[in-house]
């Protein structure tokens, strides 16, 4: 296993799988980042689950992004490759005849970066999720020389995905800065337990544990993320 080298100033937000709360963890940490007194601004290069609108396609993660974020990306720098059916992004963009291309989305995040202190990218389903047979999810932050947090969405299971998933960021040469829990069973039994498990286990430290049934700015007033906001403070020089 590698790592990169210094840490940059943005991140990549990745996830144990779908449905775990990425798009909640990157939005508390946007606010949290913003509370530190630095210019955050989020990113979801590739989505799909789109609604049509008179402006074009939409996605309800990129656009939470944008309200969480000071300053507010431009919609189609924030989603360059928006797609509308809620399938895997690899058939989302065979359907539309389009084909993620890395060169794009770096584009649109040079143009985030020369505007905020610090880009949070989210991405889309779990590591190795497939943008073409060519090219899966982990290209992303390969692609802009980011660091990784992972969140781990807490529920049964989630020691072995947590697992997996740190291995094969460290395994693809990317750094993992650090993971947050984030309570998605609020019945999860030995939740407690499971944190610590996950915290003797996992190559990385815990950056943070979200709470179930907070909003992401009062996540972020909480101090739930600091953690989180100290480690990338350290790479913003």
């Known amino acids: 296993m590698s790592a990169r080298g210094p840490l940059s100033s943005s991140v990549f937000v990745a996830g144990t799988d779908t449905g775990i709360g990425k798009t909640f963890a990157s939005c508390a940490l946007l606010h949290a980042l913003r509370a530190a ?21 939409r996605n309800e993660d990129a656009l939470a992004l944008i309200e969480a974020s000071d300053p507010r990306p431009d919609y189609a720098i924030c989603n360059p490759y928006a797609f509308e059916p809620a399938i895997a992004p690899h058939l989302a963009a065979d359907d539309a005849g389009a084909r993620v291309d890395p060169a794009v989305i770096a584009s649109a995040f040079a143009q985030l970066a020369t505007r905020a202190d610090i880009v949070v990218v989210e991405g889309v389903g779990g590591w190795m999720v497939p943008l073409s047979d060519t090219l899966d999810a982990g290209a992303i932050p390969r692609a802009l020389d980011l660091p990784v947090i992972l969140v781990v969405g807490l529920r049964l299971g989630c020691i072995n995905h947590a697992r997996l998933s740190a291995r094969a960021i460290l395994d693809d040469g990317c750094k993992l800065l650090g993971w947050i829990g984030n309570a ?25 544990a979200l709470e179930h049934g907070v909003d992401p700015a009062t996540a972020a007033r909480a101090g739930m993320l600091n953690d989180a906001v100290a480690a990338l403070r350290s790479g913003t020089g």
């Open 37 to 57: 007194g630095l210019r955050a601004s989020g990113m979801k290069p590739v989505a799909s689950g789109c609604g049509r609108t008179r402006e074009g396609l």
């Open 184 to 208: 998605i069973d609020p019945g999860m039994a030995r939740r407690a337990d499971n944190l610590a498990t996950l915290r003797r286990l996992l190559p990385a430290p815990c950056l943070g």
